[in-house]
């Protein structure tokens, strides 16, 4: 008989220096989640940030360095008016809840996204957190908030046009590192692996330019369900992965980033 895994700690089966560095993760599936039990989609929600918080304590356990969560993105302001609401009061609810025990937990938070349309309390609140874990070495833990990928595009482009301008820059000077100094993301490396629940298979505005050599990982898992489990299974088939970059020789998961 096959025996129980331990998922307190890193299961016998993955490979501690195979490991992605970086993982993203697009949340998705809280509403049906909460329809497939007769219950309001706020209670998707609720249940999903539960699931964000497990995984957090997950990759610190597991010794992978930063996760990235796609929280809110500049297209769900078109979501009705009532769920946006309760959303914005959970993330103050949440920060105000869970912000010693980051601190205590060595977990950096840092929020990726246009924060001016949110309530001024709710900005005060993630500045706050941003200030009081930034010396923080456990996790880097990326949240973002009123994001699209496209914008965060357009926001670089505009910033290196303006350096150029003013002759900080050289247009010799603009290439990939430099437009990636000026990203959201810097000085992160590259996120190694995106998982995205709920059987959907897009990215959805989401780095756009940061994921594109990461692995892609779908699964029909509704997030409020995406337990350690379920991140075992993501991390076994990452390690199954040949990741070429581009070349003929597949680099080793245990020599990257």
């Not at 918080?53 to 996760?67: E, N």
């Not at 200030?131 to 990326?142: D, E, K, L, P, S």
Request: charged share 20%; net charge neutral.
């Amino acid at each position: 008989m096959l025996q129980p895994i331990n998922y307190s700690t890193l299961p016998a089966d993955l490979h501690p220096e195979a490991l992605p560095a970086h993982v993203a993760v697009i949340m998705d599936g809280n509403g049906r989640w909460a329809t497939q039990r007769g219950l309001p989609r706020v209670a998707g929600h609720r249940q999903g940030a539960k699931t964000v918080k497990d995984l957090l304590r997950c990759c610190k356990d597991w010794g992978i360095g930063a996760l990235t969560v796609y929280a809110f993105s500049t297209e769900n302001w078109r979501r009705p008016m009532a769920e946006i609401t309760f959303l914005l009061r959970l993330f103050d609810r949440l920060l105000r809840r869970e912000l010693a025990e980051m601190q205590r937990q060595g977990v950096r938070i840092q929020f990726l996204g246009d924060l001016s349309p949110l309530p001024d309390r709710l900005q005060d609140l993630m500045q706050e957190a941003m200030a009081v874990t930034r010396h923080n070495q456990r996790v880097q833990f990326n949240v973002a908030v009123n994001y699209g990928g496209r914008q965060e595009l357009v926001a670089a482009t505009r910033h290196i046009a303006q350096q150029v301008a003013c002759g900080a820059l050289s247009l010799e000077q603009v290439d990939e590192e430099a437009l990636s100094r000026v990203l959201l993301t810097y000085p992160l490396p590259d996120p190694d692996l995106l998982i995205r629940t709920s059987g959907e298979q897009r990215l959805s505005n989401f780095l756009p330019w940061q994921l594109a050599y990461t692995e892609l990982y779908f699964t029909d898992v509704l997030w409020p369900e995406f337990d350690r489990a379920a991140f075992h299974q993501a991390l076994q088939w990452y390690q199954r992965r040949q990741r070429r970059f581009g070349g003929l020789t597949p680099m080793p998961l245990a020599q990257e980033g």
